[in-house]
């Protein structure tokens, strides 16, 4: 019988999602079980859920100062808003395991981690928690999470002055698809994605919504004097798309402006610098894909983390708005050692067999647990 693996998201951020689904696939592909990716804050409450979505998209974009406030209340001990969370969540807890039956479960967001402690007392499942950025918070840890993957040793001691016990810990990386530590042959890629094989090449994102000053970045570029190629990646925003590109043709910058796309690896994988927010997937593709990193504005809390630990390591460089970002970029077109240094940081920090390692360790536990229960 395939062992039954529920790997639960939720829609507040794209990388809880992403991660999720990256688990999921290599489960059902290479170890033989049946993994289900559920969004558990819908399977919840679809109009909640829909309403923090939204309300997440506008507070980073247009309010972070409040987003950062209700991240710090939200990171306290016993905060009435995770009370709340989790009160919602066990209504239809009862109803999610009698549906799908999992034999363990993962969580990549800290409400789902929350419920599946709660009632873990009625329903023992041998679980693990996924942190998905590259600082720890005490929002994710609850007393019946097994397990608890983080992305570098770091946050593994960050944990245990937290109060978890170094048996439950274990340094994974955070998984994403594997075509991100793909190689390959950067001039052919290039051409067959219609860029210039011998030009410097900046790849511009923003997360999904493209939230961020892209317009106002990509307007200023056309002040560096070296010769370069812009690649913007606008995700679902067709407004932004729509801008990006007028100002491309204004200003007469080589490259292209593309929307929604499948192949983001080989995005990376052509390019020589990313101008980004510091969202915790996106930045592990860069790390997988050899990217260093310009971090501009990065949404207070997590992404602020997740800037920090990337700049202490030498993989990226963090600038305050677009002023600093030309100043920085044009040092380092101008300085291609320090780029290269930069490319070395990234591929020490990325760990492509994330993936493998946590579903490696979920089978280990399951199997322990069953052994435990006298079942094997």
């Known amino acids: 019988m395939k ?21 999921a696939k290599a489960y059902n592909e290479q170890f033989g079980g049946e993994a289900v990716h559920l969004d ?42 995770k009370k709340m969370e989790v009160h919602l969540g066990t209504k239809r807890y009862k109803d999610l395991i009698k549906e799908y039956r999992p034999d363990a479960i993962i969580s990549t ?147 292209r402006i593309l929307g929604y796309v499948e192949n983001v690896h080989e995005w990376m994988a052509i390019s020589d610098l990313l101008i980004s927010k510091a969202g915790g997937l996106t930045v592990t593709e860069a790390l997988n894909s050899g990217l260093p990193m310009l971090i501009i504005r990065p949404t207070p809390g997590q992404e602020v983390g997740n800037t920090e630990f990337l700049q202490q390591a030498g993989a990226c460089l963090p600038v305050k708005n677009v002023k600093e970002l030309i100043g920085a970029l044009d040092g380092l077109l101008n300085n291609p050692e320090q780029l290269r240094m930069m490319k070395e940081s990234t591929l020490r920090l990325a760990r492509p067999n994330a993936t493998m390692d946590i579903l490696t360790e979920m089978e280990a536990l399951l199997e322990a647990s069953r052994q435990q229960a006298g079942l094997i």
């Open 3 to 23: 062992n039954r693996l529920l790997i639960l998201s939720a829609s507040i951020g794209a990388g809880h999602v992403k991660a999720a689904e990256a688990l």
């Open 40 to 81: 558990f804050f819908r399977y919840a409450s679809p109009t909640i859920s829909r309403w923090a979505e939204q309300a997440y998209y506008i507070m980073t974009k247009h309010t972070p100062g409040v987003y950062k406030l209700l991240y710090d209340i939200e990171d306290r001990p016993n905060s009435p808003t």
């Open 109 to 255: 967001h800290f409400l789902p981690a929350a419920v599946v402690s709660h009632m873990y007392q009625r329903f023992p499942i041998p679980n693990g928690v996924l942190l998905t950025d590259y600082i720890s918070h005490p929002m994710w840890l609850y007393p019946n999470n097994q397990r608890f993957f983080v992305a570098h040793a770091g946050m593994a001691e960050e944990l245990k002055r937290f109060g978890i016990e170094e048996d439950r810990i274990r340094v994974t990386g955070i998984p994403v698809r594997p075509c991100f530590a793909q190689k390959f042959d950067r001039r052919q890629l290039r051409a067959k994605l219609k860029l210039d094989p011998e030009l410097v090449t900046i790849l511009l994102m923003s997360g999904g919504n493209a939230i961020g000053p892209l317009v106002e970045v990509l307007s200023a570029l056309s002040r560096i004097d070296k010769p370069f190629q812009i690649v913007a990646i606008t995700g679902r925003n067709r407004k932004v798309f729509r801008e990006l590109s007028r100002v491309r043709r204004a200003v007469g910058l080589r490259g």
